[in-house]
């Protein structure tokens, strides 16, 4: 089932994510749901927060950046086949050159700034089996992963760009809170002018 994604404003997306146990209500088809409303959006990774749960779990689906041909053979074959779902993650470590990469938001409709992040991160997490990991991920992996680990944080990623360029996108986020935007896809808007 395609859910309404969660819009700019909502204060879902500031909550900090509660772990969950592999008892959770309609865990199986939470995460299918999410999977189709992601790919429904054209994306390439959703957080439980994004419509509308306070928890500790995302998807990533990184198959179009493997399209990429400015990118490196290896790293076009790693993004085509990573499709992963992480529940209760963990980053253990940070490391490596902080780079730049234009990031957009499912929840920030028509808003795309460059943010920095670390190269390599290394994330403990559970798997949709509950079956627990340790992994190092790097580049454009690494920072869907990032991206949307912020989000179980309650941050987003235009908390990580200057204050000139927030000025810049105010009248922007404005109209996401205000229901003024209007993507392709499913949205549920703050304000009772957007719903």
Known sequence: MILPIIAYGDPVLRKIGEEISPEYTNLKETIANMYETMYNAY????AAPQVGLAIRLFIIDTTPFGEDDDLPLEEQNQLKNFKRTFINAKILKEEGEEW???EGCLSIPEVREDVFRKDTITLEYFDEDFNKKAEVFDGLVARVIQHEYDHIEGILFTDRISSLKKQLIKKKLQN?????????YKMKF??????
């Open 100 to 102: 730049g990469f234009n």
């Open 190 to 195: 703050l304000s009772k002018k957007g719903r």
């Open 43 to 46: 994306g390439v990774g959703l």
């Open 176 to 184: 996401i809170m205000e229901g003024k935007t209007r993507p392709d």
